[in-house]
């Protein structure tokens, strides 16, 4: 058997509360299982919601994460492949259909790719610009269902693509941080994509799942049917929302509003004692005051709910909900809330569970927290480049390092 080499990959996570840099390495021989070689995680300051409002200081943010992740790794990288979120990210279906070059010999890679740019040929806003595209299907003469059209006699053939859009400023302000910290960009990857990688299974990816990555700033979602993403979105609610919320309800700083948010809250009001009093400390007179702990509980589920309810929303629009069979997957920092699989039951009318890396080596577990599951993902799709299909469950879920990725980052930067 050829011996592969071990590959070194650094997962680049800009995410609103924090920056985060993973370095992986492959372990060939050992079930291919990741080990993890080191990490660094700053607080983003210089972004909102997915979008770098102060350039020296996300390059700043950048530079220490990646000091530190190079630092316990023992290894320089150069590198990085980059997770990208925001309010500015939409998706779409698309479709597009060709005449077969030669109907006998079967479709070739050509027509395969034709159909795929037909179906970008949509309007698009202003600024807005394709990053990725994903064949769902294709048709071949009305028949549909193929995941692999080369080959097949047919006269016609139609492309379904799911198409991610990212406006062309927001993408360039972040390769430019990154080229401006040092590093090369090697890809771009949407972070709803990325966090599912370690999070879903082939088989739930197949019979129908949503992930929903609550971060900081943004809720982004993803869902796949029979094996293929149907939807990808950006909510621009998170986690720092319910925090500033609880910081008005309590009267309390923001800085203490997080703590007690991590300390006490909880997803669903109702779990928590009626009586049951917490102490915080009131900005005004500056002293500890008794807060209810339903009442923190109850702020976090309203915040929680609408996050919910949009996502929701979203799926009914593009009439998904009867397809996902499966059920919902929470992960980001703000699925560690308990209760929150509980709270996406009621709302989503389906099984929900929390979602979070597993069987990873090295780092003594630590990394396995839905904190990181899109820094995770990223080092998987830098690796995949070796095992092709490995974190896929169909090859053509996502297609690798497309060229108007590569233009993205060559025009913008
Ligand atoms: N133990 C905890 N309980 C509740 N919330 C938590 C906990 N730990 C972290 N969080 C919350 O998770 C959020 C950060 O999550 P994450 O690290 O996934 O965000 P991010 O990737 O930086 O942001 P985004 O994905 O929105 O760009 C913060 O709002 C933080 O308060
Ligand atoms: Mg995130």
Request: net charge neutral; hydrophobic share 40%; aromatic share 4%.
């Given at each position: 058997?050829?011996?592969r080499?071990?590959k070194?990959?650094?997962g ?8 985060c ?22 607080p ?6 997915g ?16 000091r ?7 290894v320089?990288?150069?590198?990085v ?13 698309s479709?597009?259909?060709i ?42 003469d ?12 047919c ?30 960009v ?22 129908g ?24 979105g ?9 925090t ?9 700083s923001?800085h ?12 669903m ?8 009093t917490?102490?915080v ?23 929680l709910?609408?996050?919910f309810?949009k996502a ?28 929150i ?7 989503f ?6 979602g979070?890396?597993q ?12 904190i990181?599951?899109?820094?995770i ?37």
């Open positions: 058997m050829r011996k080499r071990q070194i990959i650094n680049l996570d800009v995410g609103t509360t924090k920056i840099a993973i370095i992986g390495q492959s372990s060939p021989g050992d079930d291919d299982k990741l080990t993890i070689l080191g990490m660094g995680s700053n983003s300051d210089g972004l909102k919601r979008m770098v409002v102060d350039i020296d200081a996300t390059i700043d943010s950048i530079q220490k994460a990646v530190k992740a190079e630092e316990q790794a023992g320089r990288v150069r590198d492949i980059v997770g990208i979120a925001g309010g500015h990210i939409s998706s779409q279906n479709s597009g259909m005449e077969v070059r030669y109907p006998i010999r079967g479709v070739s890679e050509q027509d395969r790719q034709r159909a795929i740019d037909r179906a970008r040929q949509i309007t698009i806003a202003k600024d807005m610009e394709i990053l990725h595209d994903y064949p769902q299907e294709f048709i071949c009305d028949q549909p269902g193929y995941r692999n059209p080369i080959g097949v006699s006269s016609k053939l139609e492309a379904r693509v799911h198409l991610v859009l990212a406006s062309m400023t927001s993408v360039s302000n972040v390769v430019k941080c990154i080229k401006h910290a040092g590093l090369r090697g890809d771009i990857l949407l972070e709803s994509l990325a966090s599912s990688l370690p999070i879903l299974s082939d088989n739930e990816r197949d019979l799942v949503m992930l929903i990555d609550i971060g900081g700033g943004t809720s982004d979602l993803a869902v796949f049917t029979r094996g293929m993403i149907k939807l990808s950006v909510i621009p609610l998170g986690g720092d929302n319910i500033n919320d609880i910081a008005y309800g309590l009267k309390i923001r203490d509003a997080e703590n007690v948010k991590k300390k006490h809250a909880r997803a009001a109702d779990s928590v004692d009626a009586d049951e917490i102490e400390s009131g900005v005004l007179k500056n002293r500890p005051v008794n807060a209810k702990l339903r009442f923190l509980c109850e702020i976090t589920e309203a915040r709910e609408e996050i309810i929701r929303k979203m799926i009914d629009a593009a009439e998904l909900h009867d397809k996902i069979y499966a059920g919902t997957v929470l992960t980001g920092g703000t699925a560690l809330l308990p209760d699989d509980e709270l996406a039951e009621r709302i009318d389906k099984p929900a569970k929390v979070a890396p069987g990873l080596k090295g780092m003594s577990g630590i990394m396995q927290s839905p990181y599951s899109t820094g993902g990223l080092v998987l799709h830098g690796l995949s480049g070796e095992s092709s299909n490995k974190y896929y469950s169909n090859g053509n879920i996502l297609r690798r390092f497309s060229h108007y990725v590569q233009n993205f980052i060559d025009w913008y930067s």
